[in-house]
């Protein structure tokens, strides 16, 4: 019998704010331990919170760029549970009433559902040492967005590009920076298998503690193996939870159903429902900034690249910005998409070149006053110190030769000197003519024009 996975994700975000969700404590990562902490996320008894608006802006945000329905009346809840990393033992979250509903994240070929996204406040990270406990408070209240897919995705693959595209969506609309190993970005999933075919879900398995998308990827695979091995001999699945371990790359149990949480809900009495007024929504849509798919589409219309490129340069905010702001000053944009992907990826955040610079080298180069080989060198010294290209071509007194009347007189020594070759060459051997060329660069000293010594080449041995 064939099996098919169901995948359903539960990502967790953490806002890119300066403030925490309920009071102004700093969000900072990588401070001393409880150094960004006061009453009010320490959970000291009396004290109250206030809404951090731009955390809600910022998730309302994410769910137009998602195509969710904004929710106009929303309200905070409190989910009950006593753990050292939960201060006030209670979480304030969203349960009925999320801001976000519905929606989607595209992957190549297929939309994958969203159900919900709702805003909550992040919990304190623990450490565990030999023989005793810590608890860092500096996380705790961290604005924290949750998004919850539907079951949706068949393969690892799948489960992959979703949180690929998704991560691409909220960094280009500056939500979030999710960082995976600063724990911006976490996520859990929920796996069952079934037999192809079968329209009802088998019992889900939640998988925990994976904190890479890499790791996602591992732990699905594992999990999807493990469960389909177990169908095959006959055994029935229970729904638990489970925890990845990376290290030896195998899930095992951490708790079953009977142990799971009752979080005995109840709507939170210090803060007020959020009403989101028409005005505001129209103010947030107006921020909504252009899709990575909608620009890919519009790097391919308006600068003619291929798709390759598109999604090459896209997939970086900082890079397309880079690549749209050169390609504005060239008649060339494709070769301006060439430097970018092959010269400037991986080393982008030491590149001196202004973007206007790059579109002048590429016109150096189409306007035949420098070869492709001598642009190679122009680049690396615009690269470390910031010149134009123009600048170093004079400088360096690169300009290449284009005057015919000097080439012809270099190729008649060429000719001269080299009877093999132009026997060769008349002879049938197309190809004899490389060597010629070769010899004419070397004496123009690497500046001729090679595609003009190409052509009084082939001129003067046809005669
Ligand atoms: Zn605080």
Redesign the pocket.
């Known amino acids: 019998m064939e099996y098919e996975a169901v995948i359903g994700l539960e990502v967790h975000v953490q806002l890119k704010t300066q403030s925490?969700m309920f009071?102004?404590?700093a969000t900072a990562f990588g401070a001393e331990p409880n150094t960004?902490?006061?009453?009010?996320?320490?959970g000291y008894p009396g004290v109250l919170p206030v809404m951090n608006e731009e955390a809600v802006r910022k998730t309302i945000l994410s769910g137009l760029m998602l195509g969710c329905e904004i929710a106009r009346f929303s309200k905070w809840d409190r989910k009950n549970y006593f753990y050292p990393d939960m201060p006030k033992n209670y979480q304030i979250s969203q349960y009925d009433l999320p801001l976000c509903i519905g929606g989607a994240v595209a992957i190549p070929g297929k939309k994958l559902g969203i159900t919900r996204i709702h805003l909550e406040e992040d919990v304190a990270k623990s450490f565990h040492y030999e023989t005793t406990s810590g608890v860092d408070f500096n996380r705790a209240?961290t604005p924290l967005m949750e998004i919850v897919s539907e079951p949706d995705m068949r393969t690892t693959e799948e489960a992959f590009a979703y949180l690929t595209a998704l991560k691409e969506v909220l960094i280009g609309g500056g939500v979030s920076d999710c960082d995976m190993e600063k724990g911006q970005l976490r996520c859990d999933a929920n796996v069952s298998v079934r037999p192809v075919g079968q329209k009802a879900f088998g019992e889900k398995i939640e998988i925990k503690n994976m904190n890479s998308i890499s790791g996602v990827r591992r732990a699905l695979a594992y999990e999807i193996q493990r469960q389909i091995a177990a169908a095959k001999r006959g055994e029935k699945m229970v729904q638990e939870t489970r925890r990845w371990d990376d290290e030896a790359g195998v899930t095992s149990v951490m708790r079953t159903k009977e142990h799971a949480h009752d979080y005995r809900y109840f709507p939170e009495p210090d803060l007020m429902p959020v009403v989101v007024s028409e005005a505001w929504l129209a103010e947030i849509r107006s921020a909504v900034p252009e899709l990575p798919e909608a620009k890919r589409k519009r790097f391919v219309e308006q600068y003619g690249l291929p798709e390759y490129d598109a999604e090459v340069l896209v997939a970086d905010a900082a890079v397309a910005a880079y690549y749209e702001q050169a390609a504005a000053g060239s008649k060339n944009p494709k070769a301006i998409s060439n430097w970018v992907m092959t010269e400037l990826l991986g080393k982008f955040a030491d590149n001196k070149i202004a973007p206007l610079q790059l579109a002048e080298l590429v016109a150096a180069i189409d306007g035949g006053q420098i070869s492709g080989k001598m642009a190679k060198d122009v680049f690396a010294e615009m690269f470390a110190t910031g010149k134009g290209a123009t600048v170093i071509i004079k400088e360096k007194g690169l300009v290449q030769v284009s005057d015919a009347g000097a080439l012809e007189v270099l190729a008649e020594q060429a000719i001269a000197a080299n009877p093999k070759s132009v026997a060769d060459y008349r002879a049938g051997n197309a190809s004899a003519i490389n060597f010629l060329k070769g010899q004419v660069m070397k004496l123009s000293k690497g500046k001729a024009n090679p595609q003009l010594v190409g052509e009084i080449l082939a001129r003067k041995l046809q005669a």
């Open positions: 925490k009071c102004g404590c960004l902490v006061c009453p009010v996320c320490l209240g």
